[in-house]
């Protein structure tokens, strides 16, 4: 259901308001001490997060944006056109907008590059970085989506944000795992997975007792150390904890986070021998079905490794053939390791 939209609207003039008499700036451990900053993030993790709307989250930011005396502030009115690239780049795809996106992340660079030396620019500059990072995986260029994740953990280190930092950092290996599966090579691929490991515990005590506890700490982390055991092919033996982990904070959170929290209950019950598994699994490739959304793309082909694996097992090969030409063209890596299942 989407949100009213004079709701929008309060948000918009809401953040206006905020930004207007906005004197504090991000730092130390807990970067929430800029309130824009923070009220963006409350307002992204309703509507996007909660509310799976990110038309909404778009239209409010454009709103605040028109409102907002640009050359007053300039570093929130930097803040605010980044908050639109953060929804234009959760709109579905079309002719396009993969260029239009790469210039508008190279013109939103320039013009933090020429904001004054302060926490608030190297915050500007690690949330552009880790959006373009998110954006460059989301299109399968996987080594570009790594460096700027690694140029976004540098840039908050700068400013004392550890959570950040680790987050980034995590989610760089994540992008360097995918582009090294992709190639195929089993020992770059078995170090990266090493590092992602190491990564991931420094992520988990990172966010310990910050605002990224649970999307970071016992979300997102545990789920990519799931699905890297699922690229993998391999258990871990850490594997039940992980996933309990997850799924418990995934109740906290919203409807964004429902389809891979469905993944991995089906992994979880297939790892558990389930009768149920292939069935769950196959609910996942059919109520995606066919679709732009690059998340939604990237669950379906894992749903489609699994079932792949499982009848792979079985010594089904003909079946898992058929899965593997199921696989969405987007989603790179999990299509090259289909291709090395079944050569």
């Avoid at 949330?127 to 790594?146: Q, V």
């Amino acid at each position: 259901m989407k949100t009213d939209a004079e709701v929008v609207q309060q948000f918009a003039m809401l953040v206006v308001y905020t930004a207007k008499s906005d004197k504090t700036q991000p730092s130390g451990k807990e970067l929430r001490g800029w309130a824009t900053d923070e009220l963006l993030r409350q307002l992204d993790a309703y509507l996007i997060g909660q509310e799976r709307d990110p038309e909404a989250y778009l239209t409010l930011t454009q709103n605040a944006l028109t409102e907002f005396d640009v050359k007053a502030m300039p570093e929130i009115a930097v803040l605010l056109t980044l908050a639109v690239f953060r929804g234009l780049r959760l709109m579905p795809d079309t002719p396009g907008k993969e260029a239009s996106l790469c210039e508008f992340a190279q013109d939103l660079e320039a013009a933090i590059l020429r904001l004054p030396q302060s926490n608030r620019k190297e915050r500007l500059l690690s949330l552009l970085h880790y959006h373009t990072g998110i954006f460059y995986d989301a299109y399968g260029h996987y080594a570009k989506a790594a460096g700027a994740q690694e140029q976004s953990a540098e840039a908050a280190k700068r400013f004392g944000d550890e959570s950040g930092k680790a987050i980034a950092r995590f989610v760089a290996t994540v992008y360097h795992l995918k582009e090294v599966l992709c190639d195929g090579h089993p020992n770059p691929i078995g170090a990266h997975f090493a590092v992602l490991e190491t990564r991931f515990k420094l992520l988990v005590e990172a966010t310990r007792g910050s605002a990224n506890e649970v999307l970071w700490g016992q979300w997102n982390g545990p789920v990519h150390m799931i699905l890297a055991c699922l690229w993998l092919g391999r258990d871990h033996p850490d594997w039940d904890t992980w996933a309990e982990t997850a799924l418990a904070a995934a109740e906290k959170l919203g409807k964004a986070n429902q389809p891979l929290a469905q993944l991995v209950r089906a992994l979880k019950a297939l790892k558990a021998k389930e009768v149920s598994a292939v069935e769950s699994l196959g609910v996942i490739v059919d109520e995606i079905g066919q679709t732009t959304d690059a998340k939604l793309n990237e669950v379906k082909a894992m749903a489609l490794l699994a079932l792949m694996q499982r009848d792979l097992a079985t010594g089904d090969r003909a079946e898992a053939a058929l899965l593997q030409w199921q696989i969405p063209e987007s989603v790179k890596y999990i299509r090259a390791i289909a291709a090395r299942l079944l050569p």
